[in-house]
């Protein structure tokens, strides 16, 4: 069950007595990773906003940020990944089930999923064939199930990322974020109230499928994979979409005091929740409770994580009108409970006593570790690392290289897989720009949405990676003219009681939380997945960044390509101590280029870092950029080479003057990866008003220009033209590389 024997010695000094099964099998999931927070909580105090994100007003379902003209987002993060490391399909689909019933039952409509993907290599040649072909057959189950669940269930999915490392061969990285629009006066709660009030069971049946998921995904994943299938739920988009109508409905009848979905470990989880955020406790009887099979146990009942599922409070007189909404809609509405006043939860089974405990004692009583940390060789040996030993390669073949690499080639084999534009509130698509943009109904406001983050400059770096994964994320909004406003994060790495690990895990969560208090963007929501390992050792350490960006007009919003009229291109640049790796330590160059994993990324520089997402999002709402896009994975002439291949436009550039000082190699200008970097395209009559916009550090350099009467795209690096491609050529290498490797 995943409990240690001093936890279950605590179990028993609390309760005064022995559990039985379905009790011990509630602490087990309660007290899990998963649930508890056990090992991650004190780390996840150096969050400005740690009690609202972690723990919430009551425990709720997901973070919300205040927009203005009354309407809130509700935004958050979970990962999936030990389910879809068993059974790709189904635990990638009932990821994005779950995510999205987080954002509906807090009362949210829920607009868009975007999803951050992490496979080991899928290029015959760079793992042995078995390994591939697993890691081929993860990745389009992954996918497939991502798409068959949010197609059907009627929510885009406008974004996203995936990468591949051998680090992630055996144990897949699924983190599937969503975001929904509320009426910031009609949020609901979770903590449940009024002794009497009637407990309702919403949703599909409870079967056994899923059982102790919460456990599963709080351990090792072991190479038992295939015995783990019981423990990966099974999804039903069809009647999510349902229970979603009649859940939105429902909340609008003012009937519900309170709602949880249930989510990991099931009834237990909301019973528990809901109860000891509310101060109260709860009676159900179990024999009540839609299921797909009479003979399930107490223990079943309390442990299964069938999906499509949530459980509600009612005010008492009034449930009628809640079952009559959820009938209109074909949706199971039981009453199986109801509230008592005494803090205790009872179940009953066959009509005996099956459960009874302090719901307190599941929720505040979870014991929390404070683990030893160890800085491993390899980051000591990450700074003194020396390119002076790595041969320049040839200019031309390493940006091919570059642009077919899985991790950078486009991902449109991925998502045109996925409905974009249902609801059809999707402004800018993906592989436009630098975020998906969303034009809400009923403001003109518009919402930029991304997902980041770079596991081999954390592993190098844990507290550097952080805060570039948070700069990032916000230079992706703000690229596209959003202002960055809050974060939700999905956290994941191995198992945290290794002292390197939980090194790792302190790095970067202290990095995370310096950059969102530097840039003013909190973190509202989040998700930890430790034990992400598996025979071949752990994960690379991969915190993500969701992102959401606010602009005052949808219509303000900025693509990447580069436009077909005459336009000049320019830097945004800031000064920063790049040093002697040149910006090519922990890159993508070095790595796939040169087979060499060494060296560290480029710290930021958080307060310029805030000033230039001011600038790009004061440009882009006086209408002055044409297109904007920031250097990363690969440096600036993958960044250029995409703005070409996003417009079919050819351009000039010279990758000299203040900004590339730093460089003594072509490699370098061409493929460093560094902070703080934006390529952004206007018109020529434009430049004095731009200079007179810039914040005090920002420096703004002209490098190029763009346009039809240019035909190719033609870098200079160290005074020599280096790199000449028709946009078309960088387009095919760029668009097929993704599908060539899963049709081979």
Known sequence: MGLTTDEYDRVLRLLGREPNLTELGMFAVMWSEHCGYKYSRPILAYFD????????????????????????????????????????????????????????????????????????????????????????????????????????????????????????????????MCLGIVDLDSVPTSAAAGPGNPVIYLGSATGKDGIHGATFASDALGDGGADKRPNVQIGDPFEEKLLIEATLEALATGAVVAIQDMGAAGLTCSTCEMSASGGVGMRVDLDLVP?????????????????????????????????????????????????????????????????????????????????????????????????????VADPQEALLALLSSPAIASKRWVYEQYDQQVQTQTVRLPGSADAAVLAPRGTEKGLALTIDGNGRWVFADPYVGGQLAVVEAARNVACCGARPVAVTDGLNFGNPTLPHVYWQFEGAVRGIADACSALGTPVVSGNVSFYNESSLGEVLPTPLIGMLGVLDRASDSVGLGLPKEPADIGLLWYEN???????????????????????????PNLAAEKDICVCLVSLAARGLLLAAHDVSEGGSAVALAEM????????????????????TRADSALFAELPGFVFI?????????????????????KVGRSGKSEPNLRISANGKRVIDFEPERLRSVYENALPDIMSG
């Open 681 to 701: 395209c206007f018109r020529p009559e434009s430049c004095n008003e731009i200079d007179n916009l810039l914040p005090s550090g920002i420096r703004l350099q």
């Open 644 to 663: 070409s291949i996003a417009g079919l436009v050819g351009c000039t550039v010279d990758l000299a003057g203040e900004a590339y000082r730093f460089s």
């Open 49 to 176: 906003k740690y009690k609202a994100a972690i723990e919430g007003d009551g425990l709720e379902n997901a973070g919300v940020v205040d927009i203005g003209d009354g309407l809130g987002v509700v935004m958050k993060v979970e990962s999936h990944n030990h389910p879809s490391a068993v059974e790709p399909f189904q635990g990638a689909a009932t990821g994005v089930g779950g995510i999205i019933r987080d954002i509906f039952t807090m009362g949210a409509q829920p607009i868009a999923v975007l999803n951050s993907l992490r496979f080991g290599p899928i290029v015959d040649g760079d793992e042995d064939s078995e390994t591939v072909a697993r890691n081929r057959y993860l990745f389009s189950g992954v996918v497939a199930g991502i798409a068959r669940y949010g197609n059907c269930v009627g929510v885009p999915t406008v974004g996203g990322e995936v990468s591949f490392h051998p680090r992630y061969s055996g144990n897949p990285l699924v983190n599937a």
């Open 577 to 603: 101590g790049i040093g002697d790796q040149e910006g090519l330590g922990a890159s993508e160059y070095l790595a796939l280029v040169h087979g060499t994993e060494d060296g560290c990324p480029v710290a």
């Open 291 to 391: 299921m797909r099979e009479d003979d399930m146990s107490a223990y079943e009942l309390m442990l299964s994580e069938s999906q499509e599922r949530m459980l509600c409070v009612a005010e008492r007189g009034r449930e009628h009108e809640v079952i009559d909404v959820f009938r209109k809609w074909e949706v199971n509405a039981v009453v199986i409970g109801e509230v008592t006043d005494d803090g205790v939860v009872r179940c009953t089974r066959h009509g005996e006593l099956a459960v009874e405990l302090p719901a307190r004692l599941l929720t505040d009583e979870c014991p929390s570790y404070t683990l030893p940390l160890e800085e491993p060789k390899q980051y000591r040996q990450a700074k003194e690392y020396s390119i002076e030993g790595v041969d």
